[in-house]
């Protein structure tokens, strides 16, 4: 069955104590409306409707940026910020209208766990119980709080009723209300015609359309779930708690998959990484951003890749820090490495202890070992950068290239001053500073002569006071 979508994002979120919407915060790298939305593209629907209100640009900017948004996504704002989750909904009209024969799933932009299995379930009990609503809910065993499901003496929903308003018996009810909702639109375009403000807030509540249905002969049923996946985000605990529920969800995927983590609770991964199976993940790592790892790899322990491509078969060795930069097959990184601002690394190479790389491509099997700095280079393959190396690319104005040939070998403590070329099979002698380009097959050696003076040790001389 064809399904509508709206998600409810208008709200403040005045206990976030934030200048930005509430709905825009993020959990694992997405924003916390983008969860709802992509629970409802399981269903394929037609059109999803964001309730906007509060900031509505800044919301309206974070959405456009989700899959399918220039296809799926329609805009509808809400004036009255007092207006209430009926009042919220009511602004969907023109959507709803178009649509009399469809079906419309009705979610909050503040509540990120619930599941698109969760939804085609509820869809599925809607049609094959021939109902006209469902409502999602749990049970609780302190169901303080929360909207009442009331049933008749045959099992129908007859209402939800809030707490404020229920009785001794109802208050005792333990399956409360979720928040989501699931509507034929036709009977739902009835209900809201409808409804009434409350005498007591002023606010139309979107709860009230129960009733409504059941008084027309509509029924109306529940789908329950477990308490965690309708959880609100309504303050910073609550978003720190959801993240966390999200991040296990995302590491049992991967599990599921073929993906070993380690000591799962250390380990920040992101809604969108990609990870090939047979990669083994050590305690403390953070995977962030557009990052995709490959298969039969390494992450060791505290590495943090950010907007990284790694392919098949690299080791990432502990507490290593890579970002906007792509590592091919079969490479060694680290410990204590860093690499950053689009290097590429090609296969097999080693960068290793205490070695940074910047905005620089390193040749197949080319070795940069330990405790050297390369930016703006171009390094060709089977190269060997010796420990202490620097590539001086900045002249305090200017950033400039340096361009190093294959099968070249650079001792160890040389200054290279860019812009220079090193040839093909070019060898810098350990100690060189390098201010002319080399040619290739050339040897290149600069040092100062060594002067030895004998008895000289300043260390040992006499204080001329003593």
């Known amino acids: 069955m064809q399904v509508l979508g709206v ?8 206990r976030f104590k934030s200048e930005k919407p509430k709905v825009i915060h993020t959990l694992l790298g997405k924003p916390m409306v983008y969860f709802p939305y992509e629970a409802l593209l399981s269903l394929d629907p037609i059109k999803v409707a964001f309730i906007v209100g509060h900031k509505k640009e800044e919301v309206i900017s974070t959405v456009k940026g989700f899959p399918q948004a220039d296809q799926k996504v329609v805009f509808f704002e809400q ?26 799933v009705i979610l909050n932009g503040d509540s990120p766990l619930i599941k698109g299995e969760t939804l085609k379930e509820g869809l599925k009990k809607l049609i094959e119980h021939s109902l006209d609503g469902v409502i999602f809910t749990t049970i609780l065993e302190d169901p303080t709080g ?17 707490e404020k ?25 009835e209900a809201l015609k409808e409804l009434k403000p409350s005498p007591v807030s002023g606010e139309v509540y979107l709860t009230d359309v129960v009733k409504i249905l059941h008084s027309k002969g509509y029924k109306v049923d529940t789908y329950q779930t477990p308490y965690w996946e309708l ?22 995927n991967l599990q599921r998959e073929g993906v070993t983590v380690r000591l799962p609770e250390t380990v920040y991964i992101e809604w969108d990484i990609q990870v090939g199976r047979d990669t083994e993940i050590e305690p403390h790592a953070v995977l962030k951003g557009k990052t995709s790892v490959g298969e039969n790899c390494l992450i060791g322990v505290g590495s943090i890749l950010e907007n ?8 990432i ?11 091919e097959e079969g490479c060694v990184i680290g410990p ?60 305090g104005v200017n950033k400039y290239q340096t361009s190093v040939g294959n099968n070249v070998f650079i001792g160890s403590n040389s200054l290279i001053i860019a812009p220079r070329q090193l040839g093909d099979w070019s060898f810098i002698a350990g100690g060189s500073v390098v201010n002319k380009d080399v040619p290739p097959k050339a040897l290149a050696v600069s040092r100062a002569p060594l002067r030895i003076l004998e008895g000289k040790n300043p260390l040992l001389r006499k204080d001329k006071n003593s």
């Open 336 to 395: 204590f490495a860093r690499i950053r601002n689009q290097s590429h690394l090609k296969e097999e190479c080693e960068i290793g202890n205490f070695v940074e790389v910047k905005k620089s491509t390193i040749g197949r099997k080319t070795k940069a070992k330990h405790l050297s700095y390369i930016g703006d280079a171009q390094i060709g393959d089977n190269t060997n950068i010796g420990a202490g190396t620097v590539f001086a690319n900045y002249d």
């Open 308 to 315: 990284t491509t790694v392919e098949n078969n690299v080791e």
């Open 231 to 252: 959880l609100g985000v309504n303050d910073r605990r609550q978003l720190a708690e959801a993240e966390k529920l999200l991040l296990e969800r995302k590491i049992e």
């Open 146 to 162: 929360y909207g009442r499901i009331v049933r008749d003496e045959k099992g129908h929903v007859v209402e939800i009723v809030e």
């Open 7 to 14: 998600i409810l994002a208008a709200g403040k979120g005045s």
């Open 317 to 327: 060795l502990p507490y290593s820090y890579i970002s906007d930069s792509q590592i």
């Open 165 to 189: 308003d229920a009785s001794e018996a109802q208050r005792k009810i333990k399956e409360v209300n979720g928040g989501f909702y699931i509507f034929r639109v036709q009977p739902l375009l």
């Open 79 to 104: 004036v009255n910020p007092k207006g209430g989750t009926g009042d919220a909904v009511r602004q969907a009209l023109p959507l709803l209208k178009e649509h009399p024969d469809k079906v419309v």
